[in-house]
């Protein structure tokens, strides 16, 4: 009897395969991100002469962009020359100083250099896709002093404020 039972669960019913299937998509977006910025505070040094320049060292920005990608230079400056600052206030004085050459960026150590400006210049333009390891762009600044440059007092130096701005298609 057992065995009989056994022979009618087993056999009793006819299991029925079925088949199914998932359709999977998903779309891209175009995307970048800049992973690393130079530093916020760059100080070029003091002492310097006129007749002389001073560079800076390297700065390096990061980003990681998957379709054609580009960065910008500018300056908070109309025409790329450094005004007088007092650090109590954190603010130009007004009419202050003005020195007389623009700063300077370059790509190389060596030039060429290429003054800066509140209009912007292509720190790098038309870059391929950089995947998931990203890519640098390395840029220096200059700058040459002169003897119309003159000396600001105690608690002022000569700033100005660069902006980057990292976009696609450039």
Request: charge should be negative.
């Amino acid at each position: 009897m057992v065995v009989v039972i056994l022979l009618l669960v087993l056999g009793a019913g006819e299991v029925q395969g079925r088949e199914s299937s998932t359709t999977v998509a998903v779309n891209i977006q175009e995307s970048i991100a800049v992973v690393s910025w130079p530093q916020e505070f760059l100080n070029l040094g003091g002492g310097l002469v006129p007749g002389g320049e001073v560079t800076s060292p390297e700065l390096i920005l990061t980003v990681k962009a998957n379709s054609p990608w580009g960065i910008a230079i500018s300056c908070d400056l109309p025409n790329g020359r450094m005004q007088e600052f007092d650090e109590v206030t954190g603010a130009y004085v007004p009419d202050g100083r003005i020195l007389t050459n623009p700063l300077q960026w370059s790509v190389g150590k060596n030039g060429p250099w290429q003054a800066l400006s509140s209009s912007g210049s292509s720190l790098a333009a038309s870059q391929p896709p950089t995947g998931d390891a990203g890519q640098e762009v390395r840029f220096f600044l200059r700058y040459e002093a002169s003897y119309s440059d003159l000396p600001v007092g105690p608690g002022r130096d000569y700033r100005m404020t660069l902006h980057y701005t990292a976009g696609l298609s450039y």
